[in-house]
């Protein structure tokens, strides 16, 4: 049975756990999405929008994010 995931935004956490850098290259990343996507610093990233952003399969992605 699949889990359903509850929340819509990535974190930098999420995003170092699919990646492999450190925290503070996937902050580093988040933050150059965000300004590529002309979003205000307090706008979150949505999880498809990292996917589209870094070309990586959206269902992969949701595996490896952990509520």
Request: contains cysteine; hydrophobic residues 35%; positive net charge.
């Amino acid at each position: 049975m699949k889990s359903h995931n509850k929340r819509l935004c990535i974190y930098p956490k999420d995003i170092q756990r699919i990646t492999g850098k450190s925290y503070r290259q996937s902050l580093r990343l988040l933050n150059k999405i965000r300004n590529d996507l002309n979003k205000l610093e307090n706008e979150f990233v949505s999880i498809e929008e990292f996917c589209i952003y870094t070309g990586l399969n959206f269902e992969k992605v949701l595996e490896l994010i952990i509520d």
